[in-house]
């Protein structure tokens, strides 16, 4: 069996997660792993149903998996590859297998995460579309979930400028959730962006998935702008993930007596970077002085000059704050 058979049976082991999976990758040479008997597991720490699974998985999701990566612009990325997204494989929760529909190489693109809640008011959608189009513009791809609301408005108005924008699925590739928004999915496609998932493919939508794909939408990205957001929003579950991995947290300021005002400005005074227009997050992110060699083939059919210069982005990415580690501290994942 390969390395990709086998890390799509290392999926299926219970109670693994994929920060488990990535320390063992990390510290265990993963072909050797692969030799393991079960006295070898049990010294790990497996018990013996984790044993039991690791032996007999479930053949059918990986031979349906190995067949969907054989579909034109469907493919399967594994931490051992050379192109899985250099920001994302920075954290410790990285995906040990992504599973990408569209241009793989977008992911590895410098991009600004935008989220917000699933209502909105026409103040949030008119800031949710210029700061995407903004993006777009300064050659930024636009990050979100697909979800209704902010996320899928994003997604539209990035597409609509002629940028490239990622969505990063709660379920399987080829169960997109919401149904609404699968012509959404495929125009994000046929404009060079991807929609990506750590889910196997057939996977359909589950609650408690939803929360979990936040970590990988703030951890592509430079940064996480949340436009509109409740107190108990899942939208703060992505500037959480954000303030973890180090990246940074921007906010849209609103008038108080809006009920979507309270999530940003909970945000903001807990360290969030209040942003009035674009200059804001370009200078945070020090786009302007560190990227001008590479602007002008960003966007092109030839975007592996921007891949080659992400990690530079990622090593000028800041600690942790005083006011972001406060922020950090105060937001829950509970509602």
Request: aromatic content about 8%; overall charge negative.
């Amino acid at each position: 069996m390969t390395h990709l058979t086998k890390l799509l049976a290392l999926l299926q082991v219970p109670q693994l997660g994929a920060q488990r999976i990535g320390r063992l990758l990390s510290e265990v040479d993963f072909g050797e792993f692969c030799q393991y008997d079960k006295t070898a597991l049990k010294q790990m720490g497996w018990n013996e149903r984790q044993i039991q699974r690791w032996f007999n998985p479930e053949h059918k999701w990986i031979d349906q998996a190995l067949q969907w990566a054989e579909q034109d612009q469907q493919r399967i990325l594994t931490l051992f590859d050379e192109d899985y997204p250099f920001l994302l494989k920075q954290i410790s929760t990285a995906p040990p297998v992504l599973f990408v529909r569209g241009n793989v190489e977008s992911l590895s693109l410098p991009q600004i995460a935008i989220v917000g809640s699933r209502d909105y008011s026409h103040y949030g959608e008119h800031w949710a579309g210029h700061f995407s189009a903004e993006l777009v513009k300064h050659q930024l791809a636009v990050t979100s979930g697909l979800a209704i609301g902010i996320d899928g408005f994003c997604h539209q108005r990035a597409a609509n400028e002629n940028g490239i924008t990622i969505a990063v699925l709660g379920s399987g590739l080829d169960q997109v959730y919401p149904a609404r928004h699968k012509k959404l999915a495929e125009q994000i496609v046929a404009t060079s962006g991807a929609l990506v998932s750590e889910f196997f493919p057939s996977q359909p939508p589950i609650a408690e998935n939803f929360p979990r794909r936040n970590r990988i939408i703030s951890g592509l990205s430079l940064g996480t702008l949340v436009i509109e957001a409740t107190v108990n929003s899942g939208s703060l579950i992505t500037a959480r993930y954000a303030l973890e991995q180090g990246r940074e947290v921007f906010a849209l300021p609103n008038a108080v007596q809006n009920p979507y005002s309270e999530g940003c400005h909970k945000l903001i005074k807990e360290g969030a970077l209040l942003v009035e227009n674009i200059d804001d997050i370009l200078e945070a992110i020090a786009w302007q002085r560190q990227s001008v060699h590479i602007q002008p083939s960003l966007f092109d059919t030839k975007p592996k000059q921007a891949v080659r210069s992400t990690p530079k982005f990622a090593k000028n990415l800041p600690e942790l704050t005083a006011c972001q580690q406060q922020l950090f501290e105060q937001i829950s994942f509970e509602p």
